[in-house]
């Protein structure tokens, strides 16, 4: 059976069967996060510690900006904007405006076949950088080899304004040299200097990418929505429900793990476009994430 249990003194919510084959962890004081994760016995997502998640991100939904905006400035329909710069070792604004955010719980279920939550953080404040109301809502959803995270954002004000998604999730290997990923594409971002996305390159398209003793902190353009992850004791598959999808892989300072990001747009795409969506009032936009474990 299925449990849930909320510690209000943290605010942290745990999800568990009672055979242990399935753990989650989700910190709602920090943008709902998943902060670990067992499916199928495996411990896929563990506690980056010593590392801090105000450094890391680990596991942030990316609102509404993935990855960085240079310098923190972009303009939006002929008007300049001026985000705050979280990032000042390159002074640039990093990851979006919810990953710190408190979330609220709304709804949560848990029976014999799985267990889910569904949380909610609505922006009623203009921020800097970005005057614009929104309301977040995540589902968590999970089975004993399954997770799925639905994310919709709701435009709650009176303008239009610009946005792109993603998720930053850390992933714990036995052995990272000797995973390997599997993805489909032809095209990756140039990266110049402070890690801003300066175009698109045509590449030798991908199909198994080797990790080996590779220092990633690059971003792929997907042929299509599915990534496949290849450990020697564990395999899943991640889905997205969105056409157009970018994979940012990131290897951290930290033993045998590795940031596989799934996301909607790019570095900088407030200012170079690539991926960037629009929202407008009382409109609506849905993603969804969908991790399988296949071994």
């Given at each position: 059976?299925?449990?849930?249990?909320?510690?209000?003194?943290?605010?942290?919510?745990?999800?568990?069967?009672?055979?242990?084959?399935?753990?989650?962890?989700?910190?709602?004081?920090?943008?709902?996060?998943?902060?670990?994760?067992?499916?199928?016995?495996?411990?896929?997502?563990?506690?980056?510690?010593?590392?801090?998640?105000?450094?890391?991100?680990?596991?942030?939904?990316?609102?509404?900006?993935?990855?960085?905006?240079?310098?923190g400035v972009?303009?939006?329909?002929?008007?300049?904007?001026?985000?705050?710069?979280?990032?000042?070792?390159?002074?640039?604004?990093?990851?979006?405006?919810?990953?710190?955010?408190?979330?609220?719980?709304?709804?949560?279920?848990?029976?014999?076949?799985?267990?889910?939550?569904?949380?909610?953080?609505?922006?009623?404040?203009?921020?800097?950088?970005?005057?614009?109301?929104?309301?977040?809502?995540?589902?968590?959803?999970?089975?004993k080899k399954?997770?799925?995270?639905?994310?919709?954002?709701?435009?709650?004000?009176?303008?239009?304004?610009?946005?792109t998604l993603?998720?930053?999730?850390?992933?714990?290997?036995?052995?990272?040299?000797?995973?390997?990923?599997?993805?489909?594409?032809?095209?990756?971002?140039?990266?110049?200097?402070?890690?801003?996305?300066?175009?698109?390159?045509?590449?030798?398209?991908?199909?198994?990418?080797?990790?080996?003793?590779?220092?990633?902190?690059?971003?792929?353009?997907?042929?299509?929505?599915?990534?496949?992850?290849?450990?020697?004791?564990?395999?899943?598959?991640?889905?997205?429900?969105?056409?157009?999808?970018?994979?940012?892989?990131?290897?951290?300072?930290?033993?045998?793990?590795?940031?596989?990001?799934?996301?909607?747009?790019?570095?900088?795409?407030?200012?170079?476009?690539?991926?960037?969506?629009?929202?407008?009032?009382?409109?609506?936009?849905?993603?969804?994430?969908?991790?399988?474990?296949?071994?």
């Open positions: 059976m299925y449990s849930i249990n909320h510690y209000k003194e943290t605010n942290v919510l745990e999800l568990k069967y009672s055979d242990a084959s399935f753990y989650a962890k989700i910190n709602l004081n920090e943008g709902a996060s998943l902060q670990e994760l067992t499916l199928n016995n495996s411990h896929i997502i563990a506690d980056l510690k010593p590392l801090v998640y105000a450094n890391t991100y680990a596991s942030a939904i990316l609102f509404p900006f993935a990855n960085r905006v240079k310098d972009y303009v939006f329909n002929k008007t300049q904007y001026h985000l705050h710069v979280n990032n000042p070792a390159e002074n640039n604004a990093l990851h979006g405006l919810v990953y710190n955010k408190t979330f609220n719980i709304i709804e949560q279920k848990a029976n014999e076949n799985s267990v889910s939550v569904k949380l909610e953080f609505q922006e009623s404040q203009f921020c800097k950088g970005f005057p614009f109301t929104y309301n977040m809502q995540l589902e968590y959803v999970f089975t399954a997770m799925h995270l639905k994310v919709l954002v709701k435009n709650t004000g009176t303008q239009t304004f610009p946005f993603g998720w930053h999730p850390y992933f714990l290997t036995e052995n990272l040299q000797a995973s390997n990923l599997e993805f489909s594409s032809h095209k990756k971002l140039i990266l110049g200097e402070r890690n801003i996305a300066e175009g698109i390159e045509t590449i030798e398209a991908v199909k198994t990418f080797t990790i080996e003793d590779k220092k990633l902190d690059d971003c792929w353009v997907l042929d299509n929505n599915a990534v496949a992850f290849n450990t020697p004791t564990y395999k899943f598959i991640m889905e997205s429900s969105e056409e157009n999808n970018f994979l940012q892989l990131y290897i951290p300072p930290k033993e045998n793990t590795i940031a596989i990001e799934p996301t909607t747009g790019v570095s900088n795409s407030f200012n170079n476009q690539i991926g960037l969506k629009q929202l407008k009032p009382n409109a609506s936009y849905q993603i969804e994430w969908r991790l399988k474990m296949i071994q």
